[in-house]
């Protein structure tokens, strides 16, 4: 059974950064891809991040230069740290894992509460 446990979301002022983390248990194969998905108010949820085993990264254009993703394939994790946040930053972020890059989002964590405050 595949698990994933977001920690590290919180408040914080406009400038500011986070690191938040998420750790994955059960069956490797089932983390090749890990990333991370927000979901605003009102808004669908949308990439922000993801990579693969060999390290490979994607980002949502939004983002880049301000979050950077790396992962830990020891210990089967993964983390986002964002810096320079912005109020539309806020949302729900998720953690999600998958076997292949077109099956990325086979797994999903319970999700995180950023809020940025301007």
């Known amino acids: 059974q595949v698990q994933l446990v977001e920690s590290g979301g919180g408040l914080v002022q406009a400038g500011g950064s986070l690191r938040l983390s998420c750790a994955a248990s059960?069956?490797?194969?089932?983390?090749?891809?890990m990333g991370w998905y927000r979901q605003a108010p009102g808004k669908q949820r949308e990439l922000v991040a993801d990579?693969?085993?060999?390290?490979?990264?994607r980002y949502a254009d939004s983002v880049k230069g301000r979050f950077t993703i790396s992962r830990d394939n020891v210990k089967n994790m993964v983390f986002l740290q964002m810096n320079s946040l912005k109020p539309e930053d806020t949302a729900v972020y998720y953690c999600a894992a998958g076997p292949s890059i077109a099956a990325s989002r086979s797994y999903w964590g319970q999700g995180t509460q950023v809020t940025v405050s301007s």
């Open positions: 990579i693969t085993r060999g390290g490979t990264t």
């Open positions: 059960g069956s490797i194969f089932s983390f090749y891809v």
